[in-house]
């Protein structure tokens, strides 16, 4: 005999139960710190301006303080004057015809107007001789960077990236000294013999060479192995600068990867924007990667959460979007779109999931329970697996 009937559905157990709450509540915990996190710099921004209005605020009521007396004297005679400006006023009233009190305001209002419109006039016509005189004044156009949340764009169907502002123009420009002017490149011989002779030598060719990248990276990769990442990172500013192409540069994601981990995070972080897709992809290596501290794991998530790059690669928008989904069921939703779209980023995480873990820096052992055995997982590893590994 053959039973076709299917089992009755089990219920989820209160281990199971409390274990998908405790995981919830530990997703809106990390979501309050990142906020957090955000609101620091703000607050301090303004605590500094309050600090910097305090001295003004004094001098004011100094000032205040001193003409008070003068303004009490000055109050009796006030006090005087109110009723004679009374009666000056009903008489005035009184011996004026209405019409008059009427059309009053109107042509009050006609006059404002009337030297309004000749003064506009002569604004423009200085507006219109001072273009004719300088036809090749240079224009400033301000790229304002739409932002938006890494889930929701990794939920949404894929569609090409637009195409991102130059690189050049999201760019600070280095401070120079006032003597300086566009130099050479400098010769292999040169650099070499730089980096043969340390960071001293570096730092005079690059005072040579104030435009050329190459020596601007050499530069800054010597003070970053000297632990100097706050100039390292001034100075990868200043190639990027000169060069928008060196975005693609192993030697300034390098460069940039330790400096995220050091004091000087801040800075590394708003650097690793202006790489655009280069940057997203240091910054998930940096949320991903064994080893790396907390502090630095959350970081990268908040950038990514809150500045994913336009122009990111699909690979790393596949693997963002699993990466801060909020719990098993919408990564396993994913999963069609990750084997998709994903390359070696997204298969290292696939491969992190089918065993358990991945949910969180801790790697809790049951956090993607829900993927181990999935047949829908094993498919889009053996895809992604022949994809990437030939």
């Known amino acids: 005999m053959v039973i076709n009937t299917p089992p009755p559905r089990m219920r989820e157990s209160f281990t199971s139960s409390a274990r998908q709450a405790a995981e919830r509540v530990w997703s809106a915990r990390l979501a309050w710190l990142q906020r957090a996190r955000s609101v620091l710099p703000r607050a301090k921004t303004l605590g500094n301006q309050a600090a910097q209005l305090v001295p003004r605020a004094k001098a004011l ?15 009796p005679s006030a006090r005087r004057w109110v009723p004679k400006a009374a009666r000056w006023t009903r008489r005035a009233v009184r011996s004026t015809p209405r019409a008059a009190l009427v059309t009053a305001p109107f042509v009050a209002l006609f006059a404002v107007w009337l030297v309004h419109g000749v003064l506009t006039r002569h604004q423009h016509a200085a507006h219109s001789v001072a273009l004719v005189a300088s036809p090749l004044a240079p224009v400033v156009v301000t790229h304002a960077a739409t932002t938006q949340t890494a889930i929701a764009v990794a939920l949404a169907t894929p569609s090409p990236a637009p195409p991102s502002a130059p690189l ?24 070499k013999l730089a980096l043969s002779q340390g960071l001293p030598a570096m730092e005079g ?25 706050e100039a390292a990172i001034e100075n990868v500013d200043r190639a990027l600068y000169a060069a928008p192409n060196h975005a693609q540069s192993g030697k300034i994601m390098g460069i940039l ?11 590394a972080f708003a650097s690793l924007r202006k790489l655009g897709g280069s940057g997203s992809d240091v910054e998930l290596d940096l949320a991903t990667t064994p080893g790396v501290r907390d502090a630095v794991r959350e970081r990268a998530k908040a950038e990514l959460t809150n500045y994913l790059a336009l122009d990111a690669s699909p690979d790393t928008r596949a693997a963002t979007a699993l990466l801060l ?10 999963l069609e779109r990750a084997a998709r779209d994903g390359g070696k980023r997204t298969l290292a995480m696939l491969e992190r999931f089918s065993r358990g873990a991945g949910c969180s820096s801790s790697s809790e052992g049951a956090c993607n329970a829900c993927l181990m055995g999935s047949s829908v997982l094993a498919q889009a590893l053996a895809k992604l697996n022949a994809a990437v590994k030939p």
Do not use: I, N
Request: charged content about 20%.
């Open 205 to 229: 060719l690059a005072a040579k060479y104030t435009t050329d990248p190459q020596v601007l990276v050499a530069l800054a990769s010597s003070e970053a192995q000297a632990q100097r990442y």
């Open 325 to 334: 989904a909020p719990d098993c069921s919408t990564r396993k939703s994913l």
């Open 61 to 75: 009521g100094a000032r205040a303080a001193r003409s008070l007396p003068s303004a009490k004297r000055a109050l």
């Open 168 to 191: 050049s123009t999201a760019l600070r420009a280095p401070t120079l000294t006032a003597t300086a002017e566009p130099s050479a490149l400098a010769d292999d011989a040169e650099l």
């Open 257 to 267: 990867w330790r400096a995220a981990q050091s004091p000087a995070a801040e800075e």
